[in-house]
């Protein structure tokens, strides 16, 4: 018989570097999981990744077990890192940064599994209004 699920976590955490401190501690102690089985399976997994911030979408279920998986980091993660700066203040009215036509396609490529498009060119699109609402121009 399949296990019975409780509920859905999601959760950005840095890669290599969960702890049992907040968002970790308050996201699964409500749910009595063992957290610090959560924070080594997460690091292990990520360890390869670090400093990129992983998302994560982890399932509890009933009997107080979870499985997880990790996703590709969040499209503005991989504009922040194109362009090395964190975007504009105020999008729309200040420039913060610039990335090429190519950069874009590259994280729409990275990114594709987890995006909700079909063709690369949907992707594309995706991450290029991903940079307009940060304020970054895609040449």
């Known amino acids: 018989?399949?296990?019975?699920?409780?509920?859905?976590?999601?959760?950005?955490?840095?890669?290599?570097?969960a702890t049992p401190a907040p968002p970790v501690g308050t996201a699964l102690g409500p749910h009595g999981l063992p957290i610090m089985e959560f924070v080594q399976a997460f690091n292990e997994?990520?360890?390869?990744?670090?400093?990129?911030?992983?998302?994560?979408?982890?399932?509890?279920?009933e009997d107080r077990t979870f499985s997880f998986v990790?996703?590709?980091?969040?499209?503005s993660e991989m504009i922040k890192?194109?362009?090395?700066?964190?975007?504009?203040?105020k999008?729309?009215?200040e420039e913060g940064g610039k990335i090429?036509?190519?950069?874009?396609?590259?994280i729409a490529k990275?990114?594709?599994?987890?995006?909700?498009?079909?063709?690369?060119?949907?992707a594309v699109n995706i991450v290029k209004g991903t940079a307009?609402?940060?304020?970054v121009k895609v040449e």
Do not use: W
């Open 1 to 17: 018989m399949a296990k019975k699920i409780k509920t859905i976590i999601k959760i950005n955490i840095p890669a290599g570097a």
């Open 110 to 122: 990275n990114k594709m599994e987890d995006l909700n498009a079909d063709t690369l060119s949907a």
């Open 70 to 75: 990790t996703k590709k980091p969040p499209v």
């Open 132 to 135: 307009r609402s940060m304020g």
């Open 100 to 106: 090429s036509l190519s950069q874009a396609e590259e």
């Open 45 to 61: 997994r990520t360890a390869d990744q670090k400093g990129n911030i992983i998302p994560a979408v982890i399932t509890v279920y």
């Open 91 to 93: 999008p729309g009215k």
């Open 81 to 89: 890192k194109a362009t090395g700066r964190a975007g504009s203040q």
